[in-house]
Structure formats: structure tokens, C-alpha cells
């Protein structure tokens, strides 16, 4: 049954080079932790990728009770977290997901790096990843503000006067960002929600269908 | 590429109607040695590491619930800000006389942007041929000197917080709030003595923890008003200093708005 | 004419009309999403509104006292009046001095006599910083810098106070 879709499918689109190009390629024995043990580190890239997954499916359904606005941001998300069943792991799983990305982008750099991988002819990828990484401090950075307690929001304001400090365009720029020149306010939380739902997540697809690609143009890395 | 006359597609599509063996990449079997299919054999793996992963992941999250602290109170003037772990050793290094007043450009911009300029150009920078981490000195040297400087502020800015006080707090007050009865005869001793402290609805601020779900006792509470506590934060002595029948009146107030709370 | 001799084929024609035509949409398309998104930078800056706080210059004495007063804050469609608090008192001069109550340690709320052992300063019951009348802080104690003054004004015998100006350490 499942062969005849595939068939059908296939006569029509011709999906056979790409289904053999995403699936059916060579894993080399050295990234396989079932020949070497230590081939496990080339695992932080996958568990990355496997995190972003999970912070892209809870944060959809955290916006089901989330609204960006200082009256009710904090109410809502306290509501999600006490009154809906399961929120608070739904909301658990986004906030420490935040943390065990940045941690396994970390250890997959570190992979990368002290293996030389990202060498000639890799140096396209590797800054599509230093890339990657700046959008996930910047994502780290935007969401903290969200729930509108008072860490966010004095961490936020910590942030924001760190903006302002930059040479020439530190005023703009801290009102670009805020939404106002003095007040970390209802502005703020808007813009910060705009870019965390939407700008860096969009960059962030980008950046990773890039990488992606490249990685399957090129191979993985060799063996040292 | 094939084209011309002659040639079939599907329909009034651009796909061929004749597969050619050479238009599809090698199917896995077609190599040697021991490397292994991706699709299944070695997505199962990377999925089994996975599954371990998400057990560990989950249990996270069910044993350290999210935290949330008390809403946002711009008016809250003594609360001291601490951002995400990860900008940590960026906090720490703001401390530091040379990277910061007068220096603050070379702090905020300049050392954070060679640090990461460095890393984007890695590639670049460090473009010999070799790579094991021997065979470039310089390269790894220079990472393991940025990674050890970074745990470390990390690590400096992280010890001088004493992270449960901070937490007890913060800790949120429920929106259902219990109203506060300001005819209550209390409330005057309370307005006059704590409220700057603990707040209006003895919510607490970030100088003074709530008063709201005390576990002290009445007798407690009297003697902490006088005396004060001892420790770090504490509180200090002789913040109420009026007559003893006020002190009960006070007392009072606090444990009936305790009381309500609670119902 | 073959088109080697043309100085822009046509082929390099419709490749600049095509970059053309589609830097005229995307200008389009994105000229008014970044004047929206950059409008609150081209907002001038907002001037310090003095606000009447309530308390006549003649009953200014020589000894601070604390004035609660709220101010009107506009943050786009959200309307609000947070509260500000100074201590007020004439120096020597007969100058009016308004002192902001926050700690310059960290933002702890100081007050006038605030402990029985410091009498004529300003004490904070966190971690027992003093300043002096003027609103210097006392060396030794914990704060840096003196405690910032509100710009004020004098319109009708009332006291119309802005902005808190921070002062340099001592």
C-alpha cells in the first residue's frame, strides 16, 4: 500500500534523487559512536537541532495563552503556568530549553572548532553557524523580557542602558530597540515579541536551511 | 542533459516520463567499506540518543518547574537585575575598573566584538592546512584562553549570588490577592512601620520578603517588628518603635490579612 | 547589427529593468514597515515636565521633609502615574534642596533620621548608608555618590519639580 503511494507520488514528481540525497546517504564510520565511542560528540549538532524543535513546537502553544502586553503578560503566563493542565511543563520545556540550547550549540562549536572542521572548504558553513549562534543569544535575550516579572524586566533595562552606551547611535538605537527612549514599557514588550516570534525566528529557519544544505553538498568532515 | 525530440514526460509536466539509473544517486548498498545507511540505520541511533536525551530533558523540567517571579514593578527601586546565565561573564566583565566608567567602550564593545569577530573569521584567521589542534597552536591556545576566561566570569559572577534568598523574594503573588482593609487599626502601625519595605499588600519588594504566607508566629512577628532579625539580609531593629498595645494591633493586622489569604 | 556590437545587450537589459523593477517593489513593500518600526528614534526627546507637588515654598523649613507626588507617563497608548518622592528643605541660603530618596548603593529608599544614631543625615536602613544634609554621602558607608537633586521651580508659592539630576562621586 505505502509502495503504491510512493509510486504514485514518484511518477508524478520524481522525488526518487531527492528522497536517496536526504536519506538514503553514507553515514562514515568515523562520526558512528558504534565503531568509536567517541564519535558521540558529533551528536551536539543533531541535539541542537532536536531543541530548537522542541523551544519552535512549545512556544507556538505558549502563544495560545500569552498576550504581549504589561497588564495581562504576567497574569497570563502565571495562569498558563498554575491553572492550565500541563503548562507548566509546556512552559518549562521552553525555558529550559532556551538554556540547553545554548549549551549544545556550545559543545557542538566546540566540536567543530577544536577539530578543524570548519577548514577549507567549510568556511562558508561555520560562519552561517557563529551566525546561528548570535541569533540564539538574541532570541535568549528577547524572550527573557516576555513574562514581564521583575527579572525580566530589570535585566531588560540592564540590557537596553548597555545599548545606549554605544558611541553615536546609542540613543537610537536603545529606542529602536525599546520602543521609547526612557520607558521600558508596553512598547518594549511588543517589539521584544515581535522579534522573538517572529523576526529572529525567521532568520533563524534561514540560517539553518543553509546550514543544512551545506552540510549536505559537502559531507561531513573527515576523520583527523 | 537529455533534450530535444523524442523524449516522454508525464503528462504536460517537466518530468520525465523515463527514469535514467544515472539521474538517481547511488542507493546506499552501492558503498564500500564500513560506513552505514543513514535512513534507518543510523537515524535509529541518533534517535535512541535522542529519547535518552528528552527522559533527561522532561525530568528537568518536571523537577525544576519554570521560574517566575513577582510581576514587573518599575517603581520596585532595590531590585538588582541579573540577566540569563549565558550573559553572565558579560555582567562580570562590566564590573571589572578596566571595563567599565571610563572604559566601559572597551568592555561593552570592543573586547566582546574581537572576541566574537574572531570567532566568526575563525576560518580565516586560522586557514593552514593541518587540523588537528597541535598543528595550530595559536588557534586553540586563543580558544581555550576566551572559554576559561568566560566560565570563570561566569562562574566569579555566579557565586555572588545567593540564589535561594533571591528566589524566596521574588516568589509571585497571586493575583487574587487578598484586599487590604485599611480601616483595619492595625494598618496605621503597618502603613507608618513596614509598608515601605514590605509593600502595600505586604506583597513584599526587593528589599523586604512578603508578609504574605508568613510562617512565623504572632509572638514571632511582634518580636521581629522590635528586634529585628539576624543574618543576611535580615532586617534591622527597632523598625517599629511605637507603644505595645499598636504592636498588637499590628500584629493582628498582619495575621488576619494572613488569614484571608489563606481561605 | 549583431548583438555583439550593442553596448547593453538585451539580455543585460532585462537584467537591470528586472533588478529595477524589483528594488521599486521591495522599496515599496518595505519603505512604510521601517518608518513604522523606526518612528519612536525620530520622536523628539521628551522634556522634563515639571509637576506641581503640592507643597507651598512658605512652608519649606530648614529641616527636609518627604513629598509624594505622581507624575503623568505617556509610554505610546499606555497611560500611567507612577509615584515620586523627594526631601524637600531650604539650605542656609534659603535655597530650596530636593533630595531623591533612592540609595546610590542599590536604590534602597533613604529617609530623614532615619536610625536614632545619625541624627541631621539621611539614613538607609539596607545596609546602613548615610548621607549628610546636603545629600552627600558620608565616606565609610556604603553609597558612592550623593544622592541626586530634582530640577525644580517656583510658580505661585508651589513647587514644581522634573527630573532627578545624578551627581558626580565624591
Redesign the interface.
Known amino acids: 500500500m505505502l509502495q503504491k503511494i510512493y509510486d504514485w507520488i514518484d511518477e508524478r514528481i520524481d522525488i526518487t534523487p531527492i528522497w536517496r540525497d536526504i536519506a538514503d546517504h553514507e553515514v562514515p564510520e568515523h562520526v558512528n559512536p558504534a565503531h568509536h565511542f567517541s564519535a558521540f560528540v558529533y551528536c551536539f549538532g543533531g541535539l541542537t537541532f532536536f531543541v530548537v524543535v522542541i523551544q519552535i513546537l512549545s512556544g507556538m502553544f505558549l502563544t495560545m495563552y500569552y498576550v504581549p502586553d504589561i497588564e495581562n503578560a504576567w497574569k497570563s503566563v502565571y495562569y498558563l503556568q498554575t491553572e492550565v493542565a500541563h503548562g507548566q511543563i509546556v512552559r518549562g520545556m521552553h525555558h529550559w530549553g532556551a538554556s540547553v540550547v545554548i549549551v549544545m550549540l556550545l559543545l557542538h562549536t566546540l566540536r567543530v572548532f577544536f577539530q578543524g572542521a570548519y577548514k577549507k572548504p567549510r568556511e562558508l558553513n561555520w560562519m552561517v553557524g557563529v551566525l546561528i549562534f548570535f541569533v540564539m543569544l538574541g532570541l535568549g535575550f528577547t524572550g527573557y523580557l516576555l513574562p514581564w516579572d521583575n527579572k525580566a524586566y530589570f535585566a531588560t533595562q540592564v540590557g537596553l542602558e548597555m545599548a545606549e552606551q554605544v558611541p553615536v547611535i546609542g540613543g537610537e538605537l536603545k529606542a529602536l530597540l525599546a520602543g521609547d527612549e526612557e520607558i521600558v514599557g508596553a512598547q518594549t514588550l511588543t517589539r521584544f515579541f515581535a522579534i522573538h516570534v517572529f523576526f529572529l525566528p525567521g532568520a533563524l529557519f534561514a540560517l539553518m536551511a543553509i546550514h543544512f544544505v551545506l552540510i549536505r553538498r559537502q559531507g561531513i568532515s573527515g576523520p583527523l | 542533459m537529455h533534450k530535444g525530440k523524442g523524449m516522454k514526460f ?2 504536460d ?1 517537466r ?2 516520463a523515463e ?1 535514467k539509473a544515472s ?6 548498498s552501492e ?1 564500500p ?7 534507518p ?3 535509529l ?2 534517535w535512541l ?2 529519547a535518552v ?2 527522559v533527561g ?2 525530568s ?3 523537577a ?24 553572565l561573564f558579560l ?1 562580570e566583565l ?1 564590573k571589572y575598573e578596566f571595563a567599565s566608567g571610563n572604559y ?2 572597551l568592555g ?2 570592543v573586547l566582546p566584538g574581537l572576541a ?1 569577530g574572531a ?6 584567521l ?8 597541535h ?2 597552536p595559536i588557534a ?1 591556545i586563543m ?1 581555550l584562553l576566551g ?1 576559561t576566561s568566560a566560565i570563570w566570569l561566569t562562574y566569579t559572577a555566579a557565586s555572588h549570588v545567593d540564589w535561594e534568598t533571591r528566589a524566596e523574594m ?1 516568589k ?1 503573588i ?2 487574587t490577592a487578598v484586599e487590604i482593609d485599611k480601616s483595619h487599626e492595625g494598618f496605621a502601625a503597618y502603613e507608618a512601620s513596614c509598608l ?2 514590605h509593600g502595600e499588600a505586604l506583597e513584599g519588594t ?2 523586604a520578603p512578603a508578609l504574605l504566607g508568613t510562617e512565623y508566629t504572632a509572638e514571632e512577628i511582634a518580636k521581629i517588628a522590635v528586634e529585628g532579625l539576624e543574618g543576611d ?1 535580615g532586617m ?1 531593629p ?2 517599629f518603635t511605637g507603644s505595645d498595645e499598636e504592636l498588637e494591633q499590628l500584629v493582628d493586622f498582619i495575621m488576619t490579612v494572613n488569614e484571608k489569604a489563606a481561605e | 547589427m549583431s548583438e555583439e556590437k550593442q553596448q547593453v545587450s538585451r539580455r543585460q537589459f532585462l537584467n537591470y529593468t528586472l533588478t529595477g523593477v524589483g528594488g521599486f517593489m521591495a522599496a515599496g513593500l518595505l519603505a512604510p514597515m521601517l518608518r513604522m518600526a523606526i518612528d519612536p528614534v525620530l520622536q523628539p526627546p521628551s522634556e522634563g515636565e515639571f509637576v506641581n507637588v503640592g507643597l507651598a515654598v512658605e512652608d519649606i523649613t530648614t529641616t527636609p521633609q518627604r513629598v509624594d507626588w505622581k507624575i503623568k507617563q505617556v509610554d505610546g497608548w499606555y497611560e500611567s502615574e507612577p509615584g515620586r518622592t523627594a526631601w524637600v528643605y531650604k539650605d542656609d541660603n534659603g535655597d530650596i534642596i530636593a533630595l531623591s530618596p533612592i540609595c546610590t548603593h542599590l536604590g534602597c529608599v533613604v529617609s530623614w533620621e532615619g536610625s536614632e544614631d545619625h541624627p541631621n543625615q539621611f539614613f538607609c536602613p539596607c545596609h546602613d548608608g548615610r548621607y549628610t544634609k546636603d545629600g552627600v554621602n558620608v565616606k565609610g558607608t556604603p553609597p558612592l555618590a550623593p544622592l541626586p537633586t530634582f530640577e525644580q521651580k517656583v510658580e505661585n508659592g508651589m513647587l514644581y519639580l522634573g527630573k532627578a539630576i545624578p551627581r558626580k562621586g565624591a
Not at chain 2, 23 to 28: L, S, T, W
Not at chain 2, 33 to 39: D, V
Not at chain 2, 126 to 133: I, L, M, T, W
Open positions: 508525464v503528462g509536466s518530468v520525465s527514469r539521474q538517481i544517486p547511488k542507493d546506499y558503498y567499506g564500513r560506513t552505514e545507511a543513514f535512513w540505520n543510523f537515524l541511533k541518533e540518543v535522542g536525551f528528552l530533558f522532561l528537568l523540567t518536571l525544576h518547574p519554570s521560574p517566575l517571579e513577582g510581576m514587573a514593578d518599575p517603581t520596585n527601586a532595590s531590585y538588582i537585575p541579573l540577566p540569563d546565565w549565558y550573559f555582567y562590566l566601559i567602550l561593552m564593545i566574537f570567532l566568526l573569521l575563525a576560518p580565516f586560522d586557514n593552514g592546512p593541518g587540523r588537528r589542534p598543528q595550530r586553540v580558544m572559554l521574588n509571585p497571586p493575583p515601605q519595605c526587593g528589599m539580609p534591622p527597632n523598625m
